[in-house]
Antibody, heavy 119, light 107 residues
Framework: EVQLLESGGGLVQPGGSLRLSCAASGFSFSTYAMTWVRQAPGKGLEWVSEINSSGGSTYYADSVKGRFTISRDNSKNTLYLQMNSLRAEDTALYYC????????????WGQGTMVTVSS | DIQMTQSPSSLSASVGDRVTITCRASQGISNSLAWYQQKPGKAPKFLLYGASSLKSGVPSRFSGSVSGTDYTLTISSLQPEDFATFYCQQYYSMPYTFGQGTKLEIK
């Protein structure tokens, strides 16, 4: 079964850091681009970041550029999101998702991990 | 950035009804459009890509179409399990952007 399982969320103070992880199983992780999408409480979906299959190319939304870093370890089938200088507006449920080959739709999603930035 | 304007923001319908949801792109996106369904407390579920290609396993009552920069999701005959929030997403250029969502409720 294809599965993505996020972890690492929690409560953090403004200016703090967190690292999210996304463990993949059931597919050839190293051959797919991966992405992070977030959803603030009661709000819509916002694309955050994407990384290609090798990890050599990364992309970010302007709202997180310079603060967040996406990475992957293909030997561990795991995707990461390092979040620094966190702000209240980063409070959201963070989903990792697998990118469809041949076009950047997101065909498999994890269940999400909640990040709350508050003092 | 490409803006995706989704309408309506909410919709009440009955089981068996035909419903349509539209996303208008602020510029051409060459059919690089996906649709997702999200139920409360759950992750989004991928429905369609390339504006009209159904993901394997998605019921055929779901379909997608395009006219210019207007992309439409149609549910031909609503079933009880279809009531949810639907989002479009353009993946033509980064930053990828989503529509604001359409909440489909039972009348």
């Amino acid at each position: 079964e294809v599965q993505l399982l996020e972890s690492g969320g929690g409560l953090v103070q403004p200016g703090g850091s967190l690292r999210l992880s996304c463990a993949a199983s059931g597919f050839s992780f190293s051959t797919y681009a991966m992405t992070w999408v977030r959803q603030a409480p009661g709000k819509g979906l916002e694309w955050v970041s994407e990384i290609n299959s090798s990890g050599g190319s990364t992309y970010y939304a302007d709202s997180v550029k310079g603060r967040f870093t996406i990475s992957r370890d293909n030997s561990k089938n795991t995707l990461y999101l390092q979040m620094n200088s966190l702000r209240a507006e980063d409070t959201a449920l963070y989903y990792c998702a697998k990118v469809l080959h041949g076009g950047d739709a997101f065909d498999i999603w994890g269940q999400g991990t909640m990040v709350t930035v508050s003092s | 950035d490409i803006q995706m304007t989704q309408s309506p923001s909410s919709l009440s319908a009955s089981v068996g009804d035909r419903v349509t949801i539209t996303c208008r792109a602020s510029q051409g996106i060459s059919n690089s459009l996906a649709w997702y369904q999200q139920k409360p407390g759950k992750a989004p579920k991928f429905l369609l890509y390339g504006a009209s290609s159904l993901k394997s396993g998605v019921p055929s009552r779901f379909s997608g179409s395009v006219s210019g920069t207007d992309y439409t999701l149609t549910i031909s005959s609503l079933q009880p399990e279809d009531f949810a929030t639907f989002y479009c997403q353009q993946y033509y250029s980064m930053p990828y952007t989503f529509g604001q969502g359409t909440k489909l409720e039972i009348k």
